[in-house]
Every structure is written in C-alpha cells, then in structure tokens.
C-alpha cells in the first residue's frame, strides 16, 4: 500500500499541469467585415448609368446586385426577360429593366433618389 502512495501523489500532480498537446490555443481577434461597396436596391445614379445595348451582367456590374426576374419570354427566336429592383430610397421606389438577347432595350424607374 505504500508503493501506491508516491505514484498516487505523482499522478494528481501531474493533473494540474497544463497538457501542451490539448491545450487549446487562444482564439483569434475577430476580423471586422469589409463593409458593401454598394447599397442593396438602386439608386438614380445607378440607374443614369444604364445604357440601351449594355448585358445583364454589365447591369448588375453597375447596380450591385441581381435583379428580380418579372418575366420572360422567347417568340421568334428573341428572348426578353425583364427584371426589377427596389430603390435604395425608401418604400416604392423601384426600377425595372427589360433586356433582349442580352441587351439593355428599356428602362423605367419611379422614385428614386
């Protein structure tokens, strides 16, 4: 019994070291995000920069974001879609875009800022 003693005192002394192994390492400093080069919705200034003939992808280059599909359609061998946004300035305010093959043909806006 006494052989046991000093292993026994060994072993809850060794208990209040620190295991390098399963030592949790401290955590990072949070990284603040990058805030959106863009507001959500479209604004007037946005909208100005639309030009008939521009794509879809040119659109969502200058507005920020993807509009809504409102419709879409292929008669002939065209295909239209027409797409909408909100306005960045407030309830109501929308834009709507109409593009065929690809290609900006019309542009309507109400109430942007």
Same mark, same amino acid.
């Given at each position: 019994?006494k052989? !046991? !003693?000093?292993?026994? $005192?060994?072993?809850?002394a060794?208990?209040? #070291? /620190?295991? *390098?192994?399963?030592? %949790? $390492? /401290? %955590? /990072?400093e /949070?990284?603040? @995000?990058?805030? *959106?080069?863009?507001? *959500?919705?479209?604004? #007037?200034?946005?909208?100005a %920069? !639309? &030009?008939?003939?521009?794509?879809? $992808?040119?659109a969502? #280059?200058?507005?920020?974001? %993807?509009? @809504?599909? !409102?419709? @879409?359609?292929?008669?002939?061998?065209?295909?239209?879609?027409?797409? &909408?946004?909100?306005? @960045?300035?407030?309830?109501? $305010?929308?834009?709507?875009a109409?593009? &065929?093959d690809? +290609?900006?043909? =019309? +542009?309507? =806006?109400?109430?942007?800022?």
């Amino acid at each position: 019994m006494k052989a !046991l !003693l000093p292993i026994f $005192a060994l072993s809850l002394a060794s208990c209040d #070291a /620190p295991d *390098p192994v399963t030592s %949790e $390492a /401290p %955590e /990072p400093e /949070p990284v603040a @995000e990058a805030e *959106p080069v863009n507001a *959500p919705g479209m604004s #007037a200034a946005e909208f100005a %920069e !639309l &030009q008939t003939g521009m794509s879809y $992808a040119d659109a969502i #280059a200058v507005i920020g974001s %993807e509009g @809504e599909l !409102l419709s @879409e359609n292929e008669i002939a061998g065209t295909h239209t879609v027409m797409y &909408q946004w909100e306005g @960045e300035s407030g309830f109501g $305010a929308n834009a709507n875009a109409m593009f &065929q093959d690809d +290609k900006l043909i =019309q +542009k309507s =806006q109400f109430g942007l800022e």
